[in-house]
Nanobody, 126 residues
Framework: QVQLVESGGGLVQAGASLRLSCAAS????????MAWFRQATGKEREFVAS???????????RYVDSVKGRFTISRDNAKNTLSLQMNSLKPEDTAVYYC????????????????WGQGTQVTVSS
């Protein structure tokens, strides 16, 4: 069983930056896939970004169009952590952000996620 714990959320003004972190329990796997999702009030949970690594080497990263060029997903294999650097934040980025991991497929949809974190709130004021 993998446990994921997010941190780093908060209240910021538009244009500011935040860095989210996700600590995963257990030994780091040499290959895998993780992602960030978000859910705004009254909306469905949506994919934000994903990252894969094979034999400890980062492979592909993917982003939803609305965050491309502003958000960067990264992974620290030694610390078994996942991060999301969010720059130029907009009010529409306001949501609860969830860390996600899968045992197999790249988790680009909620149905492919096997493990969820508890979420961290990000609020961007205009």
């Amino acid at each position: 069983q993998v446990q994921l714990v997010e941190s780093g959320g908060g209240l910021v003004q538009a244009g500011a930056s935040l860095r989210l972190s996700c600590a995963a329990s257990g030994r780091s796997s040499s290959s895998g896939a993780m992602a960030w999702f978000r859910q705004a009030t009254g909306k469905e949970r949506e994919f934000v970004a994903s990252i894969t690594w094979i034999n400890w080497i980062v492979g592909t990263t993917r982003y939803v169009d609305s965050v491309k060029g502003r958000f960067t997903i990264s992974r620290d294999n030694a610390k078994n952590t996942l991060s999301l650097q969010m720059n130029s934040l907009k009010p529409e980025d306001t949501a609860v952000y969830y860390c996600a991991a899968s045992r197999g497929a790249i988790p680009t949809t909620a149905s492919l996620v096997d493990y969820w974190g508890q979420g961290t709130q990000v609020t961007v004021s205009s």
